[in-house]
């Protein structure tokens, strides 16, 4: 049968209320084909989350509202593999209740660490330009990382970036400065590394359903806005991490306001959608995001420590890097559809960032 979770919110709610009423839920369940597994509590943020298996969202928030009239703010289903991904399975249970496997409460939040990492290389044939892209010694070291802190890696196939799933904030961004720090002290690899990593968080599922969707794309947003070489990490992390000491160093990691976040996901949606318009400038983008053009520069700039015009030109050379990895499409096709009015104008931005022609890039599969 389905698997579901649903999300839902009080004024005010405690551990032993969510027992009772779970209780209530078993006592119901039988006799509509349902299972309700188990829930997380957050009683600072007076959110409940519930995994429940039945044969459709109806009639599980049935069981839910006879048994005890608590019904779910959203219900969305999930599929079992992404869901152990996310939410883990290293837990207990106490009547119902999530708590992790040292007995602590676990309140259902889950961090998420992008990791995007590229070489630049002077590639003068196909042996060399092995090192360029996601070189395997990288992704290695990334993964092996996030196993160390009890991370889980986890495949997220809308970019080339690496990612990993955290039960515990602090571990996650622990992860991410050990991360930074061993392939910066790297060498003999590649000619020059390009690192940016991002960190979001979120509770299992919003007041709109979503199950960790938008703060997975969050992550990946963020490590794309990064400056060179920085982790930035949203605020609910900051909030989260109970060290602040991995926090102190400025020059390593910078964490957002909520209004920065919002400034990115606005900024990101619009950038992403015009990729592929050759018409899209500085002025399009600032009527898009409804700020003004010089403000607009200097926001893009303080985040990014990149113009605008560089900004977008690196999403534009991220997305053909993703494009030839396919080889789906010749090099002029992927000119046109990462937004250069010409195939030799491409090239040239291209081997100016990556250190060889994508022609050559193309040649060989990298993994």
């Given amino acids: 049968m389905p698997l579901f979770m649903d999300f839902h919110k009080f004024d005010n709610?405690?551990?032993?209320?969510?027992?009772?009423?779970?209780?209530?839920?078993?006592?119901?369940?039988?006799?509509?084909?349902?299972?309700?597994?188990?829930?997380?509590?957050?009683?600072?943020?007076?959110?409940?989350?519930?995994?429940?298996?039945?044969?459709?969202?109806?009639?599980?928030?049935?069981?839910?509202?006879?048994?005890?009239?608590?019904?779910?703010?959203?219900?969305?289903?999930?599929?079992?593999?992404?869901?152990?991904?996310?939410?883990?399975?290293?837990?207990?249970?106490?009547?119902?209740?999530?708590?992790?496997?040292?007995?602590?409460?676990?309140?259902?939040?889950?961090?998420?660490?992008?990791?995007?990492?590229?070489?630049?290389?002077h590639?003068?044939?196909?042996?060399?330009?092995?090192?360029?892209?996601?070189?395997?010694?990288?992704?290695?070291?990334?993964?092996?990382?996030?196993?160390?802190?009890?991370?889980?890696?986890?495949?997220?196939?809308?970019?080339?970036?690496l990612t990993g799933i955290f039960d515990d904030s602090t571990q996650a961004v622990q992860c991410a400065v050990q991360i930074r720090h061993a392939l910066l002290q790297t060498t003999g690899k590649v000619s020059k590394s390009i690192l940016k990593i991002g960190l979001s968080a979120s509770q299992p599922v919003t007041a709109e359903?979503?199950?960790?969707?938008?703060?997975?794309?969050?992550?990946?947003?963020?490590?794309?806005?990064?400056?060179?070489?920085?982790?930035?990490?949203?605020?609910?992390?900051k909030r989260l991490c109970k060290e602040e000491h991995l926090l102190s160093d400025s020059n390593a990691v910078k964490s957002l306001r909520l209004k920065e976040e919002e400034f990115i996901s606005n900024l990101m949606h619009v950038a992403e959608a015009k990729l592929s318009d050759q018409r899209f400038d500085l002025n399009s983008m600032s009527s898009e995001i409804c700020i003004s053009r010089p403000q607009l520069y200097r926001k893009i700039t303080a985040l990014t420590g990149r113009s605008p015009h560089n900004f977008m030109l690196d999403l534009r050379m991220d997305k053909a890097l993703a494009l030839l990895k396919q080889k789906t499409n010749n090099i002029a096709e992927i000119a046109y559809q990462t937004g250069f009015n010409s195939p030799s104008y491409f090239t040239k931005c291209f081997c100016e960032k990556f250190g060889c022609t994508p022609s050559l890039f193309a040649k060989i599969n990298i993994t």
């Fill in 209 to 237: 359903g979503d199950f960790f969707n938008e703060a997975i794309k969050l992550a990946h947003r963020l490590s794309r806005m990064a400056q060179y070489n920085q982790i930035l990490i949203s605020a609910l992390v």
């Fill in 123 to 161: 590639a003068s044939g196909l042996k060399d330009i092995s090192l360029l892209v996601s070189h395997n010694w990288a992704k290695k070291l990334v993964t092996d990382t996030i196993a160390a802190f009890n991370g889980r890696a986890l495949m997220w196939g809308t970019d080339a970036s």
């Fill in 13 to 121: 709610i405690t551990i032993e209320a969510v027992k009772t009423a779970h209780t209530a839920d078993l006592g119901v369940q039988d006799q509509y084909g349902v299972k309700y597994h188990q829930f997380w509590v957050n009683e600072e943020q007076g959110t409940v989350f519930c995994l429940t298996e039945g044969p459709d969202k109806e009639t599980c928030e049935k069981v839910h509202q006879i048994a005890h009239g608590n019904v779910a703010c959203a219900l969305t289903e999930v599929e079992p593999g992404i869901y152990e991904k996310l939410m883990g399975k290293a837990y207990k249970l106490d009547h119902g209740h999530v708590r992790h496997a040292d007995g602590t409460t676990d309140s259902g939040y889950r961090s998420i660490l992008a990791v995007s990492i590229y070489g630049v290389t």
